[in-house]
Every structure is written in structure tokens, then in C-alpha cells.
Nanobody, 119 residues
Framework: QVQLVESGGGLVQAGGSLRLTCAAS????????VGWDRQAPGKQREMVAT???????NYANSVLGRFTISRDNAKGTVYLQMNTLKPEDTAVYYC?????????????WGRGTQVTVSS
């Protein structure tokens, strides 16, 4: 089992930056793909960024070049650095983790952290 707790959300002006943090408890964190999704009001949840246990990254086109995902296996933590934020980035951001050594979909989710970008 893995528990994920997100933090770092808040209100920021367009063009600003935020760093989200996801703290994971449980075993085999270093063997899991982890990532961030988001869901805006009235919209479907979408993938934002993922980082595999081999430290390969993938980003949604809408955030490419502005967001950076990273992980610290020693701390069991995954980060999402968000720069040049836009109002359309406003959403609840969720951290996810997969099963050990699996390329399948996420098996665990956090409760989310709200990010609001004002214009």
C-alpha cells in the first residue's frame, strides 16, 4: 500500500510559479512510476506529467517547457515545478503512483491540492 499526500498548491498570478510536493509513505517507492494529474471544474482529469522508476519523464503538450517533474527516492517524494503559470492551469492537482516495476496505470492516488491562477 502507498499513501500519497500533496502540498504546495495555492493562489498565484498568471506568469508566476509554484512547486507541488507529493510525500509518499509505503514501500518500494523507488520502483514505482509516479506522476501528476489535474482536473479543472467541469473537465475530465488529464495527465500532466509522469516520471518512471527509471527516471524517464513525460509531459502533456500543454505544460511542456513550463513544468518539470522530479523525484527524490531517498525522501519518497515527487515534485512538480510549475513556471509561467496560466489561468488555464487552474485545477486540483493529484499525485499518483503505480505498482512496483509496472508500466500499467496508477494504483494509488492522493486527495489533491488546489492550484488557482488569476489573470
Amino acid at each position: 500500500q502507498v499513501q500519497l499526500v500533496e502540498s504546495g498548491g495555492g493562489l498565484v498570478q498568471a506568469g508566476g510559479s509554484l512547486r507541488l510536493t507529493c510525500a509518499a509513505s509505503g514501500n518500494m517507492f523507488s520502483a514505482r512510476n509516479v506522476g501528476w494529474d489535474r482536473q479543472a471544474p467541469g473537465k475530465q482529469r488529464e495527465m500532466v506529467a509522469t516520471i518512471t522508476y527509471t527516471v524517464s519523464t513525460n509531459y502533456a503538450n500543454s505544460v511542456l517547457g513550463r513544468f518539470t517533474i522530479s523525484r527524490d527516492n531517498a525522501k519518497g517524494t515527487v515534485y512538480l515545478q510549475m513556471n509561467t503559470l496560466k489561468p488555464e492551469d487552474t485545477a486540483v492537482y493529484y499525485c499518483s503512483a503505480g505498482s512496483p516495476y509496472s508500466s500499467g496505470p496508477p494504483a494509488f492516488w492522493g486527495r489533491g491540492t488546489q492550484v488557482t491562477v488569476s489573470s
